[in-house]
Each structure stands twice: as structure tokens, then as C-alpha cells.
């Protein structure tokens, strides 16, 4: 459809500009035109991510706390590895430390935090209660060419819980750098802050062993 739409644009415009109609009109015409096709179809490529994400997630809620942790552990890894951006979150939280990192030791932490992602939405989307997620058809434009989709999760007789995901286009498709709960604040600002102590008491091994005890900790039926 999309590309049957701008082949007739493209077409039309030409046809009136040699007939003189358009003149020197015809890009100013057809460029706001172009830029919308191109709005949608970014809009559409940064939901997708996510509303394959709340799939899984509805899953693993449904299968609830009766399912073996590790089997909802199983159904929520492709999804979170799709939708997010791990390594760049975990660059993000760490600052600009990660870069003098040794090689082996960004290796150990990417592993530890992929564990402890997939273990913090297991252990907390963990039972059902009629819930549904939505996906809010219009998305923010950051200046740096992110794009902020904006979900909901509906509660029966409750109000909705908004979480916003900060989308960034990289190599493979559009992937979550950040959440933003409660559509304002950042998980990476949050994590930044907790894993600062660690990084400045023992370094990367001290932030990996914290992010161990936390997967622990999260398995074993506590929330983080």
C-alpha cells in the first residue's frame, strides 16, 4: 500500500508540473506529504517492538505464579531481547566508565544484566487479574531522532498505569533504550544511580555480583 501510494503521488505531481499547474509548488507539496508517510511508517516500526513485548507479558501473567519461574523466564527472554536494546541500556547506566572497561568484564556484565531484565519482568508480571495493554496510537519525536511510544496497562476498576518506552533505530530494527514509569521516570536514570555505588565500592565485579544476587533474590519469588 505504501509504496503503491507514493508511486501515484510521485506520478500526479509529475503529470501537473509539466502542465505548468505545480510549477515550483510541486516539492513544497509533495514534501509534507512525504515526511507524513514517513512519520507513520517510523511510528509503526517503534510499536511493533512493543506490542510484541506486551504480548509476552500478558502471557506470562497469565501463566501466573502456578507456572514455574523459569518457564516464564523462558517465555519473556525473546520478547525482551527483541524490544530492548540490553547492551545499550547497561552503556547508558554505567556512563562513561563502560568504555575503560576490559573486554571479558563488559562480557560478564551484559550477561548478568540480560539475566537480571528477564528476571525483573518475570518476578513482577507475574498474575492475572483481567488486565489488558494498549498501545496509544500517537508517539513522541525527541530532537535526537528517539521516539517515545506510550503505553497503558488497563486495571479493572483501577486507574491505567502508564509506561513509556524511548525507542532508538539501530542497525536491526527499533529498540528500547529506556522506560519512563509513570511516562516520566527513567529506568536508566534509576539504575544509573543504584549501580553507581557498586561500580565506586568494587568495580565491575561488584556490580556484576550485585546484579547475581538480584536475579537470586528475583527467582526465588521476590520483586525487585
Same mark, same amino acid.
Given at each position: 500500500?505504501?509504496?503503491?501510494?507514493?508511486?501515484?503521488?510521485?506520478?500526479?505531481?509529475?503529470?501537473?508540473?509539466?502542465?505548468?499547474?505545480?510549477?515550483?509548488?510541486?516539492?513544497?507539496?509533495?514534501?509534507?506529504?512525504?515526511?507524513?508517510?514517513?512519520?507513520?511508517?517510523?511510528?509503526?516500526?517503534?510499536?511493533?517492538?512493543?506490542?510484541?513485548?506486551?504480548?509476552?507479558?500478558?502471557?506470562?501473567?497469565?501463566?501466573?505464579?502456578?507456572?514455574?519461574?523459569?518457564?516464564?523466564?523462558?517465555?519473556?527472554?525473546?520478547?525482551?531481547?527483541?524490544?530492548?536494546?540490553?547492551? %545499550?541500556? =547497561?552503556? #547508558?547506566?554505567? !556512563?562513561?566508565?563502560?568504555?575503560?572497561?576490559?573486554? +571479558?568484564? *563488559?562480557?560478564?556484565?551484559? &550477561?548478568?544484566?540480560?539475566?537480571?531484565?528477564?528476571?525483573?519482568?518475570?518476578?513482577?508480571?507475574?498474575?492475572?487479574?483481567?488486565?489488558?495493554?494498549?498501545?496509544?496510537?500517537?508517539?513522541?519525536?525527541?530532537?535526537?531522532?528517539?521516539?517515545?511510544?506510550?503505553?497503558?496497562?488497563?486495571?479493572?476498576?483501577?486507574?491505567?498505569?502508564?509506561?513509556?518506552?524511548?525507542?532508538?533505530?539501530?542497525?536491526?530494527?527499533?529498540?528500547?533504550?529506556?522506560?519512563?514509569?509513570?511516562?516520566?521516570?527513567?529506568?536508566?536514570?534509576?539504575?544509573?544511580?543504584?549501580? %553507581?555505588? =557498586?561500580? #565506586?565500592?568494587? !568495580?565491575?565485579?561488584?556490580?556484576?555480583?550485585?546484579? +547475581?544476587? *538480584?536475579?537470586?533474590?528475583? &527467582?526465588?519469588?521476590?520483586?525487585?
Amino acid at each position: 500500500m505504501t509504496i503503491s501510494s507514493s508511486a501515484t503521488a510521485n506520478a500526479t505531481a509529475e503529470w501537473l508540473t509539466r502542465r505548468g499547474i505545480l510549477g515550483l509548488a510541486a516539492g513544497a507539496l509533495f514534501v509534507p506529504f512525504a515526511s507524513r508517510m514517513a512519520s507513520a511508517q517510523q511510528a509503526s516500526g517503534s510499536m511493533l517492538p512493543i506490542e510484541r513485548l506486551n504480548a509476552a507479558l500478558l502471557a506470562a501473567m497469565k501463566a501466573g505464579r502456578n507456572t514455574a519461574f523459569a518457564q516464564r523466564y523462558a517465555i519473556l527472554t525473546p520478547a525482551i531481547e527483541q524490544s530492548f536494546d540490553l547492551n %545499550g541500556m =547497561l552503556r #547508558a547506566a554505567i !556512563g562513561f566508565g563502560w568504555y575503560r572497561l576490559p573486554r +571479558e568484564q *563488559k562480557s560478564a556484565l551484559a &550477561s548478568a544484566f540480560q539475566r537480571y531484565t528477564v528476571s525483573n519482568y518475570a518476578a513482577n508480571f507475574d498474575s492475572y487479574d483481567g488486565q489488558s495493554f494498549r498501545v496509544l496510537p500517537q508517539t513522541r519525536q525527541l530532537p535526537n531522532g528517539e521516539v517515545v511510544v506510550r503505553t497503558e496497562i488497563i486495571r479493572p476498576n483501577k486507574s491505567p498505569v502508564e509506561i513509556g518506552y524511548v525507542m532508538r533505530q539501530t542497525a536491526e530494527c527499533w529498540k528500547a533504550i529506556d522506560v519512563l514509569t509513570d511516562g516520566t521516570i527513567s529506568q536508566v536514570a534509576v539504575q544509573r544511580s543504584d549501580f %553507581g555505588g =557498586l561500580l #565506586a565500592s568494587g !568495580g565491575a565485579p561488584a556490580l556484576q555480583a550485585g546484579l +547475581e544476587r *538480584k536475579v537470586t533474590t528475583l &527467582s526465588a519469588g521476590a520483586t525487585a
